[in-house]
C-alpha cells in the first residue's frame, strides 16, 4: 500500500451557496496541484455548461475564480488515505476532513452536492446538518457514462 496522501484546502469563500465535495483527488490531479487535473475528467466541461463559463477553456486560478463567483466551492470529502493508482476503492485509511472549516466560513452554504457515489455516503451526514443534497454520477473517467448523460444530472446543480 503506497504512503499516505494529503488532499487539497477548501475553495471556498463568505459567498458560496454550493459546495461540491469530490472524493480525494486522483495521482494526476495531486501531480498538478489542481482539482480535477486528469485532462479526461469531465468535470470542468461539466460544471461550465452548469454555469455557462468556458471553465476547461482556463487556466487553473481563473477556474476557481469563476466558481466563486458563481458562489459554487470545491473540496473532498477525504483529506488523508492511502491508495495506490486512483481508483476510490483503492482509497485505505481515509481521514475525513473537518467541515467545520467551511461551515465558518460559508455562512450562505445551503447546498452540498456529491461528484460520485463514494463522496457521496457522506449525503446523510449533510442532510442531517440541514442542507439540500445531490449525489452526481462521478465526473471521473473511470465512469464510463456518456457526457450527456452526467450533463443532465449535473444540471440539477442549477435546479435546486
Same mark, same amino acid.
Given at each position: 500500500?503506497?504512503?499516505?496522501?494529503?488532499?487539497?484546502?477548501?475553495?471556498?469563500?463568505?459567498?458560496?451557496?454550493?459546495?461540491?465535495?469530490? /472524493?480525494?483527488?486522483?495521482?494526476?490531479?495531486?501531480?498538478?496541484?489542481?482539482?480535477?487535473?486528469?485532462?479526461?475528467?469531465?468535470?470542468?466541461?461539466?460544471?461550465?455548461?452548469?454555469?455557462? @463559463?468556458?471553465?476547461? @477553456?482556463?487556466?487553473?486560478?481563473?477556474?476557481?475564480?469563476a466558481l466563486l463567483g458563481h458562489h459554487?466551492?470545491?473540496?473532498?470529502?477525504?483529506?488523508?488515505? $492511502?491508495?495506490?493508482?486512483?481508483?476510490? /476503492? /483503492?482509497?485505505?485509511?481515509?481521514?475525513?476532513n473537518d467541515f467545520d472549516r467551511v461551515?465558518?466560513?460559508?455562512?450562505?452554504?445551503?447546498?452540498?452536492?456529491?461528484?460520485? $457515489?463514494?463522496?457521496?455516503?457522506? @449525503?446523510?451526514?449533510?442532510? @442531517?446538518?440541514?442542507?439540500?443534497?445531490?449525489?452526481?454520477?462521478?465526473?471521473?473517467?473511470?465512469?464510463?457514462?456518456?457526457?450527456?448523460? $452526467?450533463?443532465?444530472?449535473?444540471? $440539477?446543480?442549477?435546479?435546486?
Amino acid at each position: 500500500m503506497g504512503r499516505a496522501e494529503r488532499g487539497f484546502p477548501p475553495v471556498v469563500d463568505a459567498r458560496i451557496d454550493t459546495l461540491i465535495l469530490g /472524493s480525494f483527488p486522483s495521482v494526476a490531479s495531486l501531480g498538478k496541484a489542481q482539482y480535477y487535473g486528469h485532462p479526461q475528467n469531465h468535470f470542468w466541461r461539466l460544471l461550465g455548461a452548469v454555469i455557462a @463559463e468556458p471553465l476547461a @477553456e482556463m487556466d487553473y486560478p481563473q477556474r476557481l475564480r469563476a466558481l466563486l463567483g458563481h458562489h459554487v466551492g470545491l473540496w473532498d470529502v477525504i483529506g488523508t488515505c $492511502k491508495r495506490d493508482g486512483s481508483l476510490d /476503492s /483503492s482509497i485505505r485509511n481515509p481521514r475525513h476532513n473537518d467541515f467545520d472549516r467551511v461551515t465558518r466560513t460559508a455562512k450562505k452554504l445551503r447546498r452540498v452536492c456529491f461528484n460520485g $457515489k463514494t463522496a457521496g455516503r457522506m @449525503e446523510p451526514l449533510f442532510m @442531517e446538518w440541514g442542507y439540500e443534497t445531490l449525489v452526481l454520477p462521478s465526473s471521473s473517467p473511470a465512469n464510463t457514462m456518456r457526457f450527456e448523460e $452526467k450533463l443532465k444530472q449535473w444540471r $440539477k446543480i442549477k435546479a435546486c
